[in-house]
């Protein structure tokens, strides 16, 4: 992981590491939505700003519907085997503070298959 002290070097489908207050623990997650963002989801599939996401990671999705408007200064995530995951869909309050971003897997250990460089 690299820390990241800028949150404008990141783009939206990096894997970041963050602490949930709500969850009280270090998550690892797919950036989906930045400051701004509106994000829609219809039947599993994501769009942003009313554009279709393309996300090759994902490895299984599911039948889940909702909408979220990322406020200022929060963001939004999703885990890549959506129909097991307790990310942003699922969470009281849905947006992370930038203060509670700790950085930006950089390389992946395991599973083995995934192992090399992250995206």
Not at 42 to 48: L, P, S
Not at 88 to 102: Q, V
């Amino acid at each position: 992981m690299s820390r990241i002290y800028n949150m404008e070097n990141t783009k939206r489908g990096s894997i970041i590491v963050f602490y949930s207050q709500e969850l009280d623990k270090l998550l690892v997650k797919r950036l989906i939505g930045i400051p701004g963002d509106k994000i829609e989801i219809k039947d599993g599939i994501v769009f942003v700003n009313g554009d279709r996401l393309e996300e090759d990671y994902v490895k299984n999705i599911d039948d889940y519907n909702g909408i979220f408007e990322v406020p200022e200064g929060k963001y939004f995530f999703l885990g890549d085997n959506r129909p097991n995951s307790n990310d942003s869909r699922f969470w009281k309050n849905p947006y992370i503070l930038s203060n509670d971003i700790e950085g930006k897997v950089q390389f992946r250990f395991y599973p083995l298959k995934d192992f090399g460089w992250a995206n």
